[in-house]
């Protein structure tokens, strides 16, 4: 026999698979469950907004909420709670005449959970007796106030909750120290209360008495000055806040922070401007005021009128271009994660820097030193589309159920903007709208609450990862 020749380091052993081995493997893959899209987190909060109103509204409509001991319309109950858990301050009945103690109580609780956030509130709660937090409560909390992340977001809660009892009573000290020179100790405290968080909550809600409502404080500026500067703590932002308390120099400031303050300030003051140059000579507001009330007048009614609500004239009297520029205010509104509505303060900024860009030559948005993501910019427009279609949608069904009564189309959209904005400025038509109208209306508020961001969100079907692009095509602008 030949002997087999030894292998050598350099050979190489090839095998060939069998052909069992070459067949093709089936895998059974199952269909895959999608997410039940009825319990997505903005549903969630709007499934607490509308229990909430249901409770309030029930309570409200009891004899025991109102003044004369009657039975209050199903309406005007509804109607009042739902001004309350959305912080708007629409009134269809005299907050301090038609209600009595327990229905005013009522009303300052219903304000109270709408400001801090339903979920945000009952989390709380269940943080004080031990229960954990899931992940879906804590996406929920998120969406809620405003926050970037998932960690930290229980310890970020105990935070907001904190400061915001302590800004209460803060603000109800400064308050009272001001309302008890006009009403008896007792009295004045309430009165402080509810106006403290009514400021923060920017609700614009008052149960002071028509002699002395809140055009009755004028002659009181500090207490004008003291809920002015609530309105502002409450309209900027938690986030804000904190970045602002952290950081304490604007050249530290995260971005979102410096778009909020610098067009927030540049919102104030060109309101302040435009109602004291367009209600200057009118005699029905400020005319026949010193320049230093009117001055006084303009920076309170642009700080409050863009979120609050508070007034101190008669606003129904103001000229058709403080209505018109003010109806622009009350469509912004103030900053994300705040107690205010509108489209945001934060997307006005974006749009307007994106636009700047876009006259300089620029392919992105940016803003002081930084690019704002594409995604940002698109999410920013489409709030803004949303926001339009609703108020144009709204305003021209009310044209149809008021034919009846002889409305101005101005006003109307006022009453529409101040709903969808969760502002509470009046031109004093609420009262005398139809059943369908104030049902408008409260969906208008509801929606306006939660943010038009945060529906289509929910409604809208579950992102996929592409794998491909379509072609770019150009087309013809301007």
């Known amino acids: 026999m030949e002997r087999d020749q030894p292998r050598r ?28 899209r009825l319990f997505a987190s903005p549903l969630l909060l709007l499934y607490g907004f509308v229990l909430l109103i ?25 109607f009042t709670s739902t001004s309350a858990v959305t912080v ?51 996406m929920l909390i998120r969406d809620t106030i405003g926050g970037d992340r998932l960690g930290g977001i229980v310890s970020l809660l105990r935070r907001i909750v904190v400061v915001v009892m302590g800004i209460y009573a803060v603000g109800l000290l400064l308050i009272f ?34 002699s002395a409502s809140v055009e009755g404080l004028t002659s009181k500026y500090p207490t004008l000055v003291f809920m002015g500067m609530l309105i502002i703590l409450g309209g900027i932002g938690w986030a804000v806040i904190v970045d602002i308390y952290r950081r304490r120099r604007f050249s530290r400031f995260s ?29 029905d507001t400020i005319g026949l005021l010193s320049i230093r009330e009117k001055g006084g007048f303009a920076i309170f009614e642009s700080i409050s009128g863009r979120t609050a609500g508070f007034t101190s004239i008669d606003f129904s009297a103001v000229k058709d271009l403080t209505k018109l520029f003010f109806i622009s205010l009350m469509f912004i509104g103030g900053g994300a994660g705040s107690v205010a509505g509108g489209i945001k303060v934060g997307t006005f900024a974006v749009i307007v820097a994106a636009v ?14 930084r690019e704002i993501p594409h995604f940002q910019v698109h999410r920013a427009i489409t709030v803004v589309a949303l926001g339009v279609g609703l108020i144009f949608v709204i305003s021209l069904a009310l044209t149809f159920t008021e034919s009846d009564a002889d409305f101005a189309f101005l006003d109307l959209l006022f009453e529409t903007v101040s709903a969808f904005g969760t502002t509470g400025l009046s031109m004093g038509i609420v009262p005398l709208l139809t059943v369908w109208g104030k049902i408008m209306l409260i969906a208008l508020m509801v929606l306006g609450r939660l943010g038009p961001l945060a529906l289509a969100l929910a409604l809208a079907p579950k992102e996929e990862a592409r794998i491909y692009r379509f072609a770019q095509e150009r087309i013809r602008i301007g």
């Open 88 to 138: 708007t301050g629409l009134t269809v009945v005299s907050t301090s005449e038609h209600w009595n103690t327990f229905g005013k109580g009522v009303i300052f609780t219903l304000m109270l959970l709408g400001g801090l956030g339903f979920m945000s509130f009952a989390t709380f709660l269940l943080i004080l007796i031990g229960q954990r937090i899931t992940l879906p409560e804590r």
């Open 255 to 283: 971005l979102d922070t410096k778009m909020i303050i610098t067009t927030s300030i540049f919102l104030w003051i060109a309101g302040a401007l435009v109602f004291f140059l367009a209600e200057y000579s009118n005699d």
């Open 356 to 369: 700047l860009s876009s006259l300089r030559g620029r392919l992105q948005a940016e803003a002081f030193g």
């Open 177 to 210: 120290w001001q309302l008890s020179k006009v009403f008896p100790a007792g009295e004045a405290l309430w009165q402080s209360a509810f106006l403290s968080v009514s400021s923060f909550n920017n609700a614009g809600f008052s149960i002071l008495p028509e």
């Open 9 to 36: 380091f350099t050979d190489r052993i090839i095998r060939r698979p069998r052909l069992r081995e070459l067949s093709p493997t089936v895998l059974k893959l199952g269909t895959r469950r999608r997410p039940i």
């Open 54 to 78: 249901g409770i309030g509204g029930v309570l409200l409509a009891l004899p025991i909420s109102s003044a004369d001991n009657n039975f209050t319309s199903l309406d005007n109950a509804f």
